[in-house]
């Protein structure tokens, strides 16, 4: 079992940066793809970005890309997502999520975190 923390959210301005981490326990990541996904009120879990296991393969949505970049510190079993730029629409729940697969699809991931919550506003 694998039990994923985030931390780092927080209310930001537009334009802000913020740098959210994901720290697991209960066993090693390192053989882990990794996922971050976002929700707001009233729609529905986003794709947002993903790493595989060996930190060679990135995706990230095409309303993020260029704006937000994930890396992995597998010494410390942590994942981080560094947000800039960012845009009130950024705003929502983001979750980090672990799994066997590299992909963007939520239900393939097997373990998620409770979310941290991030809210750009002026």
């Known amino acids: 079992q694998v039990q994923l923390v985030e931390s780092g959210g927080g209310l930001v301005q537009p334009g802000g940066s913020l740098r959210l981490s994901c720290v697991a326990s209960g066993r090693s990541i390192s053989s882990d793809a990794m996922g971050w996904f976002r929700q707001a009120p009233g729609k529905e879990r986003e794709f947002v970005g993903a790493m595989s296991w060996s930190g060679g393969r990135i995706l990230y949505a095409d309303s993020v890309k260029g704006r937000f970049t994930i890396s992995r510190d597998n010494a410390k079993n942590t994942v981080y997502l560094q947000m800039n730029s960012l845009k009130p629409e950024d705003t929502g729940v983001y979750h980090c999520?672990?799994?066997?697969?590299?992909?963007?699809?939520?239900?393939?991931?097997?373990?998620w975190g409770q979310g941290t919550q991030v809210t750009v506003s002026s």
């Open positions: 999520a672990a799994g066997l697969r590299f992909t963007i699809s939520a239900p393939t991931y097997n373990y």
